[in-house]
Nanobody, 123 residues
Framework: QVQLVESGGGWVQTGGSLRLSCAAS????????MGWFRQAPGKEREFVAA????????DYADSVKGRFTISKDNAKRTVFLQMNSLEPEDTAVYSC????????????????WGQGTQVTVSS
């Protein structure tokens, strides 16, 4: 079964950190770009960060640059999102997705999605 499974969400105070994981299984994702997205209550889903599985190149939304870091572990087929200096505005359900083109993935046109994990940042 091809799937992406997120973990690592939770509750944290302002200024705290969390690390999210996205484990990929069921197929080879070496030709894919992996992305993180988030959706807050009442808001549209937004792009957070992406990493190209083959060469590790990264891309970030302006709102998280300098605070969030996306990385990968090829052996574990897992993508991570290290989130530092968290703010209440970062509260959302975070989902990972896989796609073949960054331009499409950035606008939410992923080929495969995980179920999401809740991140709550309290003030």
């Amino acid at each position: 079964q091809v799937q992406l499974v997120e973990s690592g969400g939770g509750w944290v105070q302002t200024g705290g950190s969390l690390r999210l994981s996205c484990a990929a299984s069921g197929r080879t994702f070496s030709s894919y770009i992996m992305g993180w997205f988030r959706q807050a209550p009442g808001k549209e889903r937004e792009f957070v960060a992406a990493i190209t599985w083959s060469d590790g190149s990264t891309d970030y939304a302006d709102s998280v640059k300098g605070r969030f870091t996306i990385s990968k572990d090829n052996a574990k087929r897992t993508v991570f999102l290290q989130m530092n200096s968290l703010e209440p505005e970062d509260t959302a359900v975070y989902s990972c997705a896989a796609g073949r083109r960054l331009s499409r993935l950035r606008v939410g046109l992923g080929d495969l999605w995980g179920q999401g994990t809740q991140v709550t940042v309290s003030s």
